[in-house]
């Protein structure tokens, strides 16, 4: 969520910086800032709101300096405001620093050292230890300082005593470098300086770097280590067509869904991995939760228990896992904390489906199915959750050994959103004060992200429910102020559905229906039942973006959401 940035070369930094936190915009925060050193002295410049706010201040300075770190800052600890933001200098101003996670002890800890702090944040604590540790060199006062700190961190230091150099360590949250001849970059998303470069180093948990001016070194708590380079995997380039981020991704489905099928060749070896298993453990966040729900599905036909289960929740139950459960981690971004805590808890087979390669959920699982839906930067995902569904198809054609029908699928997408138009209902949605989505089945499901996503960019309250289970009480909120969206693709429930349909308008609400059946609100292409998911789902992303428009909000950048949610 927070996104760290850093330069250290022969340019300007402050661009570069500039540069560098606008790629990791997508990620969501509410403050930015900046240190860059100039003539062996650290400047501070941060700023609430967004990344605009702080580039207009540093484009008015003069500071020429050609090392700096960057930051923005998702508020955990206190309010989004300018004293909030990072960097933190110590009080004494020897050492300055910007922090992804969340230090668990850091109010034992300030009472320990009767540290006071100037703001409302944990990281400040890790500044002021780092400037009382006794030792004189700067990688020993941060060894020790990390076996102080409890939770999850990725930190990048200047120390006022050595200016020309940047540290960096490692637990949980991710951290990257790359170089490009004199250009050294560090983030916490290789994406970030992906333009520069074309590999990269990844930090392990327990790492250490230091980097100087052309040179990086990388330690363990106990000596000096050589890290192998990581290589970026070339995925297919799109075009911006639109205003908004998110507009563009709903339209590359049908490209992400051919890149992924294509890829997916090399994952085929998996098949083996669901030799004598016991039982399967579904297992996600938001999003990528409704894409396990569709899983168990899509998985229905193997002979043992599947169970989809919430991250957060997973991790405090208490399961019956052993040697020959399979558990399949979902995460878009690979970093979602409440997910990468229920691997660590899995002594069992590992298998993590992500859009993002060496993520840090691809070392925490034995096994990986990796999607290609590119670069998903809108904070509400759209096309990464239909390459999720894609993949749990694939998976059940290879277990099932049936050849996959990809091209009618990719085909039928394409074809549907050419002509799709929602935007005369996403004017009409306006006038209520409720809206619902329902659904039988799978269409349940859809219904559920499809409330999540109306939610997450329009900030209406609405809510999803069974159609079945509408009478069993949340029948009571409907009145003529009232929406329901029915998703409807299975004929032997139709009747059901038009019953469900009448219930809704004897008490006032308006129900629109969408199906692949004629005389239809909203019409869903004729194609076969295991795309129906994949493509029932289009509408209604179409939709909340378009409210999300109309109300004059940026779809892309919801509000209090993060794309990569690294803190449980």
Same mark, same amino acid.
């Given at each position: 969520?927070? !996104? ?11 661009n ?12 969501g ?8 050193v100039e ?5 501070i ?11 207009k ?6 500071n ?10 998702w ?24 922090h992804?996670g969340?230090?668990?002890?850091? @109010? ?14 944990d ?5 002021? @230890? ?17 076996k102080?700190?409890?939770? %999850?961190? #990725?930190i990048a230091i ?26 050294i ?12 470069c ?27 280590i050589?890290? =192998? $380079? ?8 799109? /075009? ?6 998110m ?33 399967? *453990? ?31 929740e997973?991790? *405090? ?14 995460? /878009?971004?690979?970093?979602? #904390? ?5 691997v ?6 590992t298998?993590?489906?992500?859009n993002?390669?060496n993520?840090?959920?691809?070392? #925490? ?7 290609k ?6 904070v ?10 894609l993949?749990f ?8 050994? =049936? /050849?996959?029908?990809?091209? %009618? ?6 074809k ?8 005369? $209902? ?15 089945? !799978?269409?349940?499901?859809? #219904?559920?992200?499809?409330? @999540? ?6 900030y209406?309250?609405?809510i ?26 299975q004929? =032997? $429930? ?46 209604? /992303?179409l ?17 209090? @959401?993060s =794309? ?5």
């Amino acid at each position: 969520m927070c !996104g760290i940035f850093g330069y250290i070369g022969k340019k300007e930094a402050k661009n570069i910086l500039i540069e560098g936190l606008e790629s990791l915009e997508y990620r969501g925060y509410d403050s930015a800032g900046v240190a860059i050193v100039e003539d062996d002295e650290i400047k501070i410049t941060k700023r609430a709101g967004k990344v605009e706010e702080l580039k207009k201040v540093l484009l008015k300075n003069e500071n020429s300096g050609t090392l700096g770190i960057a930051h923005t800052r998702w508020a955990t600890h206190g309010l989004p405001t300018e004293n909030n933001a990072h960097p933190h200098f110590d009080s004494k101003k020897n050492v300055v620093l910007v922090h992804n996670g969340i230090i668990e002890n850091y @109010l034992e800890l300030k009472n320990e050292f009767k540290i006071k702090t100037a703001s409302q944040v944990d990281t400040e604590i890790i500044a002021e @230890l780092l400037s009382i540790m006794p030792e004189d060199d700067n990688l020993e006062k941060l060894k020790h300082v990390s076996k102080l700190l409890k939770g %999850s961190y #990725a930190i990048a230091i200047i120390f006022k005593n050595e200016p020309d150099a940047i540290y960096l360590a490692k637990k949980e949250s991710p951290l990257m470098i790359g170089q490009d001849n004199d250009d050294i970059f560090i983030s916490s998303d290789a994406n970030a300086f992906k333009k520069y470069c074309k590999s990269f180093y990844i930090l392990n948990n327990g790492d250490f770097a230091k980097i100087t001016y052309n040179n990086i070194e990388f330690f363990n708590k106990n000596k000096k280590i050589y890290k =192998k $380079l990581n290589k970026f995997i070339n995925t297919f380039s799109f /075009q911006s067509n639109n205003k908004y981020i998110m507009l563009d991704e709903i339209f590359q489905t049908p490209d992400a869904l051919r890149e992924t099928a294509n890829y997916f060749s090399n994952f085929k070896d998996i098949k083996s991995y669901f030799n004598n298993i016991d039982k399967i *453990y579904l297992i996600g966040c938001g999003t990528a939760y409704h894409s396990c729900l569709y899983g168990k599905h899509y998985l229905n036909f193997l002979k043992v228990p599947i169970f989809t289960e919430i991250a957060s929740e997973f991790r *405090y139950g208490d399961y019956k896992i052993t040697k020959n459960t399979l558990c399949i981690f979902i995460s /878009q971004s690979g970093e979602t #904390a409440d997910t990468l805590a229920c691997v660590k808890k899995c002594k069992c087979k590992t298998l993590a489906i992500t859009n993002v390669p060496n993520s840090s959920i691809t070392f #925490a699982c034995k096994k990986t199915i990796l999607m290609k839906a590119g670069w998903e930067r809108a904070v509400a995902s759209t096309k990464a959750y239909s390459c999720q569904l894609l993949i749990f198809y694939l998976l059940r054609c290879l277990l099932l050994d =049936k /050849q996959p029908h990809i091209s %009618s699928l990719i085909n039928a997408v394409k074809k549907y959103l050419a002509t799709l138009n929602m935007e005369t $209902l996403s004017k009409n949605l306006l006038n209520y004060e409720k809206v619902m989505f329902i659904g039988r089945q !799978g269409d349940f499901v859809t #219904a559920k992200e499809s409330a @999540l996503k109306l939610k997450e960019i329009s900030y209406l309250n609405c809510i999803a429910c069974p159609s079945g289970e509408l009478k069993h009480g949340t029948l009571a909120i409907v009145d003529n102020k009232t929406l329901v969206f029915m998703i409807a693709t299975q004929k =032997k $429930l139709m009747s059901k559905n038009l019953l469900t349909k009448d219930e809704i308008e004897a008490r006032g609400g308006k129900c629109l229906i969408a199906s692949c059946f004629e005389g239809y609100d909203i019409k869903l292409p004729h194609t076969q039942s295991n795309f129906l998911p994949i493509i029932s789902i289009l509408p209604f /992303q179409l939709l909340a973006c378009n409210v999300s428009i109309l109300k004059g909000y940026n779809p892309d950048k919801p509000r209090n @959401l993060s =794309k990569s949610v690294t803190v449980e």
